[in-house]
C-alpha cells in the first residue's frame, strides 16, 4: 500500500508537485522545469521526477520514497495516447494515473460542483463539467491548436518583429522591443525560433499585452485575435456543458478577462484552489477507490 499521494501539475513552462498523506494532508512540494509529453516526453519524465524528489525533500522524507507513492498527474499532451502510455511505463512511482492538465485545473477550481474551466498558459485547454459529465475544447498542442496561448501569442509577436524589420508592416513599441532584445539582428531572432520549445516562445506574450494596454496597433490586433479564438472557444464549452461560472487559470488569466466578451466575463468566479491541488484531491480519490478494490477483491492496493 502507498505510504503517501503526489498530485503534480506538469506543464509547458514548469512542473509542480505536492506529497501529501493519505488523506491528502500536503506535507511539502517541489517545482522543476518543463513537462509537456508532447512537446518532448523524456525532458517531461525527467521534470516529472525530480519535481517529486523535491517535494518529498521539501517535507523531510526520503526522496526515495516517491517509489512506493501513489501519484497523479495532470499533464499537457495527454490527448496524444501512445506518448501517455510512454512516460507512465518510466516513472517510479509505485502507482501511476495520467491525465490532462485541464481535469486537475477542473478539480482544483470548482472541486467536485459544475462550471467551466479555461487554462490560459503557455497553451490553451478548455473543460466544462455538468453532473458529472465533464468535456473538453482545445489543448491540442502548439503545432496545430493552443489558440489564445501564450506561445501562439509570442510567436506571432516575432513574426511581427520580423515583419517589422523588413518595413513589410510598420514599427510599434512592441516590435521594436523585440528587436531590441534581439540586438536588431533578425538572424538572432530566427536561431532563437529554431531552438525554441512553446515555453520558449511563451515568454514573449506579457510583452504582447502590456504594449496592447499601451494602445501600439501590432499588439492590439494579435490581443484582439487571440482573444476572438478564446471567446470562440469558450462559446463552444459553454454549449457543451450549460457552464453556470466560468474560472480562467494559468499565466495569461489575470491579463484576459478586459479583452473577452462580456458574456464570459459576467460568469468569472475566482477558482476554490489550484490546479496542484486538484491533482492531490485526484491522487487521494484514486487510492481509496484502489483501498476499496482490495478490501473486496484482497488484492494489493
Not at 499533464?75 to 518510466?90: E, I, W
Not at 489564445?148 to 514599427?171: F, K, N, S, T
Not at 529554431?194 to 501600439?216: C, Q
Not at 460568469?267 to 491522487?283: H, K, Q, Y
Request: aromatic share 4%; charged share 20%; hydrophobic share 45%.
Amino acid at each position: 500500500m502507498a505510504h503517501h499521494i503526489l498530485g503534480i501539475d506538469g506543464g509547458g513552462t514548469s512542473c509542480r508537485a505536492a506529497v501529501a498523506d493519505r488523506q491528502g494532508v500536503v506535507l511539502g512540494r517541489g517545482r522543476s522545469g518543463a513537462a509537456n509529453i508532447l512537446t518532448d516526453p523524456n525532458s517531461a519524465i525527467v521534470s516529472i521526477t525530480e519535481a517529486a524528489r523535491a517535494a518529498f525533500r521539501d517535507a523531510g522524507l526520503d526522496e526515495d520514497g516517491v517509489a512506493d507513492a501513489s501519484a497523479f498527474l495532470g499533464l499537457a499532451g495527454t490527448n496524444v495516447g501512445d506518448l501517455t502510455r510512454y512516460v507512465r511505463d518510466r516513472l517510479p512511482f509505485r502507482h501511476t494515473d495520467i491525465d490532462s492538465d485541464g481535469l486537475i485545473a477542473l478539480q482544483g477550481a470548482l472541486g467536485d460542483g459544475d462550471g467551466a474551466v479555461a487554462i490560459l498558459g503557455t497553451g490553451s485547454i478548455y473543460m466544462g463539467r455538468l453532473k458529472g459529465v465533464t468535456r473538453y475544447v482545445g489543448g491540442w498542442g502548439f503545432v496545430v491548436g493552443d489558440l489564445g496561448g501564450g506561445a501562439r501569442l509570442g510567436h506571432a509577436l516575432l513574426q511581427e518583429a520580423l515583419l517589422a524589420h523588413d518595413r513589410v508592416h510598420p514599427p510599434g513599441s512592441a516590435t521594436e522591443a523585440v528587436l531590441a532584445e534581439f540586438r536588431h539582428d533578425p538572424r538572432h531572432i530566427v536561431e532563437f525560433a529554431r531552438l525554441s520549445k512553446p515555453g520558449d516562445f511563451g515568454r514573449f506574450a506579457p510583452l504582447v499585452f502590456e504594449h496592447a494596454g499601451k494602445g501600439d496597433a501590432c499588439a492590439l490586433a494579435l490581443i484582439e485575435a487571440a482573444a476572438a479564438a478564446v471567446n470562440e472557444s469558450l462559446d463552444a464549452i459553454a454549449t457543451l456543458s450549460g457552464a453556470p461560472r466560468l474560472c480562467l487559470l494559468g499565466g495569461l488569466a489575470p491579463l484576459y478577462p478586459p479583452w473577452l466578451a462580456q458574456r464570459h466575463r459576467s460568469i468569472l468566479v475566482e477558482p476554490e484552489a489550484d490546479a496542484l491541488a486538484g491533482a492531490v484531491a485526484l491522487a487521494a480519490s484514486h487510492l481509496r477507490d484502489r483501498m476499496g478494490k482490495q478490501a473486496r477483491t484482497g488484492e494489493q492496493a
